[in-house]
T-cell receptor, first 110, second 114 residues
Framework: GQQVMQIPQYQHVQEGEDFTTYCNSSTTLSNIQWYKQRPGGHPVFLIQLVKSGEVKKQKRLTFQFGEAKKNSSLHITATQTTDVGTYFCAGTDSSYKLIFGSGTRLLVRP | DTAVSQTPKYLVTQMGNDKSIKCEQNLGHDTMYWYKQDSKKFLKIMFSYNNKELIINETVPNRFSPKSPDKAHLNLHINSLELGDSAVYFC?????????????FGPGTRLTVL
């Protein structure tokens, strides 16, 4: 079945450093969504990308969807302690089902 | 007002017991989901209902039985609980069944089987 993998699994950064998580699918995706889950919390929707090569920004967060629509990335510039959490990508393939990636856990040292 | 609510928030029980988790959404959404999140944070879909009709039924032991009495509610009943069922269970909802719809998650139910 379709798999959506994320790397790295964990990332520990110093506050102020940049962070990137990568999302890779074994099949072409119709769209990519990104979610953030704070420790002890629930996943919260951040953004959706639909077009090939699309780039969207939310303040310090930059989201990209690959040209082949098989990969995506989330980049955080100058991390803050409030960025701590697990970031999930989720993609839809030829079926209507949204498949969640394995997640990247971000820890930020103050 | 909470958009997606779940009860209980914590559930501690013995192996072999039967338990239920309830979920309600007040967003007027047509589609609801149950996810299981294990200790490694993997988020795995279990079931999905659209307008009270089961549309996703992943490879889940038949000890797990969802029930949707109406569009706003999706409950999960688990029979003969096992140690491996310990996890956080999230309910979620979306406007429609398409993967283009944003999903709204409930706060989760942490199930511990002793």
């Amino acid at each position: 079945g379709q798999q959506v993998m994320q790397i790295p699994q964990y990332q520990h950064v110093q506050e102020g450093e940049d962070f990137t998580t990568y999302c890779n699918s074994s099949t072409t995706l119709s769209n990519i969504q990104w979610y953030k889950q704070r420790p002890g919390g629930h996943p919260v929707f951040l953004i959706q990308l639909v077009k090939s090569g699309e780039v969207k920004k939310q303040k310090r967060l930059t989201f990209q969807f690959g040209e082949a629509k098989k990969n995506s990335s989330l980049h955080i510039t100058a991390t803050q302690t409030t960025d701590v959490g697990t970031y999930f990508c989720a993609g839809t393939d030829s079926s209507y089902k949204l498949i969640f990636g394995s997640g990247t856990r971000l820890l930020v040292r103050p | 007002d909470t958009a997606v609510s779940q009860t209980p928030k914590y559930l501690v029980t013995q192996m072999g017991n039967d338990k239920s988790i309830k979920c309600e959404q007040n967003l007027g959404h047509d589609t609801m989901y149950w996810y299981k999140q294990d200790s490694k944070k993997f988020l795995k879909i279990m079931f999905s209902y659209n307008n009270k009709e089961l549309i996703i039924n992943e490879t889940v032991p038949n000890r797990f039985s969802p029930k949707s009495p109406d569009k706003a509610h999706l409950n999960l009943h688990i029979n003969s609980l096992e140690l491996g069922d310990s996890a956080v269970y999230f309910c979620a909802s979306s406007r429609g069944a398409s993967g283009y719809n944003e999903q709204f998650f409930g706060p989760g139910t942490r199930l511990t089987v002793l």
